[in-house]
């Protein structure tokens, strides 16, 4: 079974793993993410952060990131699906960063 949290149990600062497309990321993004898009994640498993702790992977609102949870597991990866993604982590008040623009998510 694989694990969730919730954007309110995460520092605002958290490194974490977001696997939206690239026009979303662009959009809006927590300022300690890391990028890949889920259909990316096969061939960028080196890209992961190196960490000790579990990684927290987000999307949108949750389906995605659960997906590539349940594969990261089976990878043997210590992950969790952040419940609410990316519309629970502003709701929540966390800060977002854009490339350009005002940040928001889509």
């Known amino acids: 079974m694989s ?19 690239q026009d979303e990321w662009d959009a809006g993004h927590a300022p ?9 994640l096969p061939t960028h498993l080196d890209d992961l952060p190196p960490d000790d702790t579990t990684l927290p992977v987000i999307c949108r609102s949750g389906g995605r990131s659960s997906q590539a ?7 043997g990866f210590d992950v969790a699906n952040v419940d ?6 502003a ?7 854009a490339d350009s623009g005002e940040p928001r998510v889509i």
């Open 3 to 21: 694990e969730s949290t919730t954007p309110q149990q995460l520092p605002d600062d958290a490194v974490v793993l977001d696997v939206r497309e």
């Open 84 to 89: 609410g993604g990316m519309r629970a982590w």
């Open 32 to 40: 300690g993410a890391v990028h890949i898009p889920l259909g990316d």
């Open 91 to 97: 709701s929540a008040g966390k800060p977002l960063t």
């Open 69 to 75: 949870v349940a594969w990261l597991s089976q990878q």
